[in-house]
């Protein structure tokens, strides 16, 4: 009997796959980078055929080092980068231009534009969202005025819309099912997060067919069923799909109103469980649909960083300071404090709780004696000290302070960015054993979507591994957040 789940994450910078057996253990675990394309500054950019190259890819290497073939498969789960945006021909699935990347920010314009026309309360009050380049609707609506062709085709009808679980979800089924399930649809900027549906005046204000859009299903049930693959058989469902940080808060069993987890992956995203209640933020955060199940929709209270394990990658690959991101550490262990060094992550604008497309990076307090490895550890403060800003916006909105941080993700693995964070936050960060809780996530989604599981409470959270406590006075962590501030305060004032 076919009792294997395979669980697929559609990331950034990389394509993963667990293998997970009928009592949730990994089997194997596989990834493979996906190249990254920066047309123009401030532009980022996927080959959408290149994701689902990769996707097949993956899948293919981590079977086999599971030793399984594709009759042993009882279900798949997808969970993948949000707001990314693909637009392909319905009946060849051929993309019409490069999947336009979460990041990319070169829709800031019209997202001014629309503001100024007095549409950001609107877009705010129905999808829980601000107007901001890191959704989807926005970068719809570039490729309709900018694409050849696209604006008639998509008003005829011939072509398709989908964040990147729909494209796979298309390819996985051969092109018969055009989906998407809410966590994903309501980062869209088209999504009614009240009425769980997409709503027609917020397409027609951004001038997007609502032909273009997929239909919305629960986020665990079957999808569809593989078709026409030469890595897998016939008929196996594809039973759940998660955005990605919604998969990681289902994948830490944060499944109860207040719990709380921090993904450090290419950014930082701080998701909060308020239950069957849309939380509005009056801080800069977003309200979002965390998941669809047995038609009770769950929200989440979030709060997104762009830069964080992207920002190791950038001293990897940019100023080549290390050969592999975890070196990072070791680096940063070289020198006992950062030096003066205050590194802030806007390698691509900041998001919550500023909300400024247009701002850069900064690295600043370089002196003589600067050495690489206070900039590495100025690198990894950043990264805890924008996650404490979202932390802070988050214990504003719900007006107590989190208890605890539940962590997981690449960086994660980092002890000196883990307890740094501990002593910022005060309070204690719990890192899982699986820190690959996004995949792991959806994973347990589909095991429950395709029935081999009668509740969720028969489904494993997230069991620590390691427990980071406060090791900093108040004051030694407030003159960290201070500096951090005054620099920040410079790049926002510039």
């Known amino acids: 009997m076919a009792d294997i789940v395979l669980a697929i994450d559609l990331g950034t910078t990389a394509t993963s796959c667990l293998v997970l057996d009928r009592n949730f253990r990994i089997l194997a675990k596989g990834s493979l980078e996906l190249t990254q394309h920066y047309p123009k500054p401030g532009w980022v950019e996927h080959d959408p055929s290149d994701i689902w190259d990769v996707t097949g890819r993956v899948i293919r290497l981590t079977m086999d080092r599971a030793g399984i073939s ?9 969970t993948n980068q949000r707001e990314t945006t693909i637009v392909w021909e319905k009946k060849t699935l051929q993309p019409v231009y490069n999947a336009i990347v979460w990041q990319c920010r070169r829709t800031a314009d019209f997202c001014e534009e629309l503001k100024n026309r007095g549409k950001e309360d609107i877009f705010r009050e129905k999808t829980g969202l601000l107007l901001d380049p890191y959704f989807s609707g926005t970068k719809i609506r570039w490729l309709l005025d900018n694409v050849a062709g696209v604006a008639e085709r998509a008003r005829s ?23 998407t399930e809410p966590s994903n649809a309501s980062r869209t900027l088209l999504y009614n997060i009240h009425t769980n549906r997409f709503d027609p005046e917020l397409a ?7 032909g273009m859009l997929p239909e919305v299903r629960p986020s665990a049930g079957i999808f569809g069923y593989t078709e026409g693959l030469d890595f897998l058989p016939d008929g196996i469902p594809i039973s759940g799909i998660l955005g990605d940080q919604q998969a990681a808060l289902f994948g830490q069993g944060c499944w109860k109103q ?44 979030e709060g997104s960083a762009f830069i964080a394990g992207a920002a190791v ?6 100023l080549g300071l290390i050969k592999s991101a975890p070196e990072i550490e070791e680096l940063a262990k070289t020198v006992p404090d950062n030096g003066g060094v205050v590194f802030v992550p806007a390698l691509a604008g900041l998001g919550a709780p500023y909300w400024r497309p247009d701002t850069q990076g900064v690295l600043a307090g370089i002196t003589r004696g600067t050495t690489s490895g206070h900039i590495a550890r100025a690198v990894l403060e950043g990264i805890a000290l924008e996650v404490y800003d979202l932390v802070l916006a988050m214990s504003g909105d719900l007006g107590e302070p989190l208890r605890l941080m539940q962590v997981d993700g690449g960086a994660s693995m980092n002890d000196l960015l883990m307890q740094f964070q501990a002593d910022l936050l005060d309070l204690q960060v719990i890192r899982p054993m699986v820190t ?9 989604l589909a095991a429950y979507g395709a029935g081999l599981v009668d509740q969720i409470e028969d489904l494993p959270g997230g069991k620590p591994d390691r427990t980071f406590s406060p090791g900093l006075t108040r004051e030694e962590a407030g003159s960290f957040v201070d500096e951090y501030h005054r620099v920040v305060n410079m790049l926002l004032n510039k």
């Open 70 to 78: 594709g009759g042993d498969v009882a279900a798949i789960g997808i």
């Open 157 to 179: 009808g011939e072509l398709a819309f989908g964040t990147v679980d729909s494209f796979a979800l298309a390819h996985f089924t051969n092109g018969k099912v055009h989906a």
């Open 204 to 210: 027609e204000i951004l001038g997007i067919p609502m």
């Open 258 to 301: 207040g719990e709380a987890k921090c993904t450090y992956g290419t950014g930082a995203f701080v998701l909060l469980n308020t239950g069957e209640r849309a939380v509005s933020s009056n801080r800069g955060l977003l309200t979002t649909v965390a998941w669809q199940i047995d038609g009770k929709t769950t929200y989440a209270l």
């Open 313 to 318: 990658q950038w001293l990897r690959d940019g």
């Open 436 to 444: 690959e809780t996004t995949a792991f996530g959806a994973g347990l």
